[in-house]
C-alpha cells in the first residue's frame, strides 16, 4: 500500500507568478484535503475534494483553486502568487470525506520571492 | 480558532514516558480528539485518536477524562527520535490547529 505522495519537493516562484502543485492519495482513498502551513505555526486548511467535487474550504481566496481527478489524485493551483504564499503546502488523504482519518503526504516547500 | 490548548514546550528523559496534556474544554459530543505530531517540516504523522474512552496502538496511548474537556498522549518508552512537534486536535468538519508542543526527548 503506497502513502501519499506530493510533487515537487521544493519550489520558487516570483511574484505574480502561478504553480501548480500535485498530490497523489493513499490507495483506496476518495478524498483529499489540501492545507497551508507558514513557518511555525500549525497548519491551516484550504479545502477539501471528496469524489471530485470541492466539499469544504477554509478562509482562503478565490486565487486558490483545485482540483480532483478521476484516479483522485489532486492539483492545489495558486494564482497570482504573494510573499505570504510561501509556506509548505500539505495534502492529505483520507478514506470517505471528512470523518475518516487524514494521511498526510511530505509536502511541497514553496517560496514566492 | 483551535479548540485546545497545549504547553509550548516540554523535556522528557530518553527511556522514560512522554505525557502531552490538552485542554479542550468546548468540545462537542461527538467530536474526536485527534493528535498527530511533526518532525521538523515533514508531512504531519496521525498518531492515534479517540472520542470517549482511552486508546492504545502501537505509538502511544491515549486517557481521555471522563468529562472529555482534557486528554493525555502518553509516549510510553521515549526515544530521541520522538522529538517533534505534537498536535492535538478537536475533530469536527475539518481539523484546526494549534500550535502543538514541542517535545525534546534528552539523552
Known amino acids: 500500500e503506497t502513502g501519499v505522495t506530493q510533487s515537487p519537493t521544493h519550489l520558487i516562484k516570483t511574484r505574480g507568478q502561478q504553480v501548480t502543485l500535485r498530490c497523489s492519495s493513499q490507495s483506496g482513498h476518495n478524498t483529499v484535503s489540501w492545507y497551508q502551513q507558514a513557518l511555525g505555526q500549525g497548519p491551516q486548511f484550504i479545502f477539501q475534494?471528496?469524489?471530485?467535487?470541492?466539499?469544504g474550504r477554509g478562509n482562503f481566496p478565490p486565487r486558490f483553486s483545485g482540483l480532483q481527478f478521476p484516479n483522485y489524485s489532486s492539483e492545489l493551483n495558486v494564482n497570482a502568487l504573494e510573499l505570504d504564499d510561501s509556506a509548505l503546502y500539505l495534502c492529505?488523504?483520507?478514506?470517505?470525506?471528512?470523518?475518516?482519518?487524514?494521511?498526510f503526504g511530505p509536502g511541497t516547500r514553496l517560496t514566492v520571492l | 480558532d483551535a479548540k485546545t490548548t497545549q504547553p509550548t514546550s516540554m523535556d522528557c528523559a530518553e527511556g522514560r514516558a512522554a505525557n502531552l496534556p490538552c485542554n479542550h474544554s468546548t468540545i462537542s459530543g461527538n467530536e474526536y480528539v485527534y493528535w498527530y505530531r511533526q518532525i521538523h517540516s515533514q508531512g504531519p504523522q496521525y498518531i492515534i485518536h479517540g472520542l470517549k474512552n482511552n486508546e492504545t496502538n502501537e505509538m502511544a496511548s491515549l486517557i481521555i477524562t471522563e468529562d472529555r474537556k482534557s486528554s493525555t498522549l502518553i509516549l510510553p518508552h521515549a526515544t530521541l527520535r520522538d522529538t517533534a512537534v505534537y498536535y492535538c486536535i478537536v475533530k469536527g468538519y475539518q481539523l484546526i490547529w494549534g500550535a502543538g508542543t514541542k517535545l525534546i526527548i534528552k539523552p
Open positions: 475534494y471528496y469524489r471530485e467535487e470541492e466539499n
Open positions: 492529505a488523504s483520507s478514506l470517505e470525506g471528512f470523518t475518516d482519518t487524514q494521511y
